[in-house]
């Protein structure tokens, strides 16, 4: 799958995920714009991702950091054909314990972000582009403690159903690909860390293939949506975890 000449934005492409992702599209023959928050994790990424990526630091709580971030792009690259929505992030709270600020912070980054991240990439997107957004799994099936986690995630779903409808005819794509559990900085810090060992075999446990994800699984589905291959794949949800949603 060649993304030879394609300009790519990774949102979150600094760690876990989306580092997967930006890897795998540079191994492709993309330049890959990544973005984080913390600025050492990320000069750190963009130098072990090589000289076709480069990071820019971005709030996606933020829509002026998002406005920033788009300036910058079409002034250094004019364009951008790929698009992956994947920067995002929850905790666990239940019903009772909820806060104004993981409120805030979790439909901030997840809903908030992802809406402006697909609204200032479009004026730059020529036909034939395509954008992924990285949803969960928890839109569909969220474990007690992540209602609000799950909210945010269901949302972006909704999001693509009518986005897909008012883009109609722009020549761009818009999917989302919904991971299981993939280990990762971000999936570690839902759990204490006295707990995690128990909770990710539990998780490998659910899964019909035995394992948990790891990066890669979710960079070559992220690939395909992205790719020519896809032409006629428009506005689905595809869950990539080893089947344990489908039960
Ligand atoms: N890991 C899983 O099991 C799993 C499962 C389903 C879905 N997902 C989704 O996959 C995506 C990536 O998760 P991950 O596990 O790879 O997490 P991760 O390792 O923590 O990486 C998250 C990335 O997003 C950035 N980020 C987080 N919040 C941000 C914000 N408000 N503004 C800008 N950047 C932000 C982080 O930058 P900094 O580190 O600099 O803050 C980092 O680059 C998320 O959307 C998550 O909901 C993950």
């Known amino acids: 799958?060649?993304?030879?000449?394609?300009?790519?934005?990774?949102?979150?492409?600094?760690?876990?995920i989306g580092f997967g992702i930006a890897r795998h599209l540079l191994d492709e023959g993309a330049k890959v714009v990544v973005t984080g928050r913390d600025i050492a994790k990320l000069d750190k990424a963009v130098q072990a991702l090589g000289p076709n990526a480069s990071g820019l630091v971005?709030?996606?709580?933020k829509k002026t950091d998002i406005d920033a971030l788009y300036q910058t792009i079409r002034?250094?690259?004019?364009?951008?054909?790929?698009?992956?929505?994947n920067a995002g992030a929850g905790t666990i709270l239940p019903l009772g314990?909820?806060?104004?600020q993981q409120v805030d912070q979790t439909l901030g980054a997840n809903v908030k972000g992802v809406i402006f991240t697909v609204q200032g990439a479009l004026p730059l997107m020529p036909s034939g582009g395509a954008i992924v957004i990285i949803g969960s799994t928890a839109s569909m099936n969220p474990p007690a403690g992540m209602s609000v986690y799950g909210a945010s995630k269901a949302a972006v779903r909704a999001l693509v159903r009518a986005w897909i409808q008012e883009i109609r005819g722009s020549g761009v794509r818009i999917n989302v690909v919904s991971p299981?559990?993939?280990?990762?900085?971000g999936l570690d810090n839902f759990f204490p860390p006295e707990q995690a060992d128990a909770a990710f075999?539990?998780?490998?446990?659910?899964?019909m293939v035995g394992r948990i994800g790891v990066p890669q699984d979710i960079a070559h589905t992220v690939a395909f949506l992205a790719s020519d291959a896809a032409a006629y794949i428009?506005?689905?949800?595809l869950f990539v975890d080893g089947g344990a949603s489908q039960i």
């Open 1 to 16: 799958m060649s993304f030879e000449n394609k300009i790519a934005l990774v949102t979150g492409g600094s760690s876990g």
């Open 58 to 61: 971005v709030d996606f709580t």
């Open 75 to 85: 002034r250094d690259a004019g364009r951008l054909d790929l698009v992956v929505a």
């Open 97 to 100: 314990e909820i806060t104004e």
């Open 180 to 185: 299981g559990p993939v280990r990762t900085e």
């Open 201 to 207: 075999a539990s998780l490998a446990e659910q899964s």
């Open 234 to 237: 428009n506005g689905v949800e």
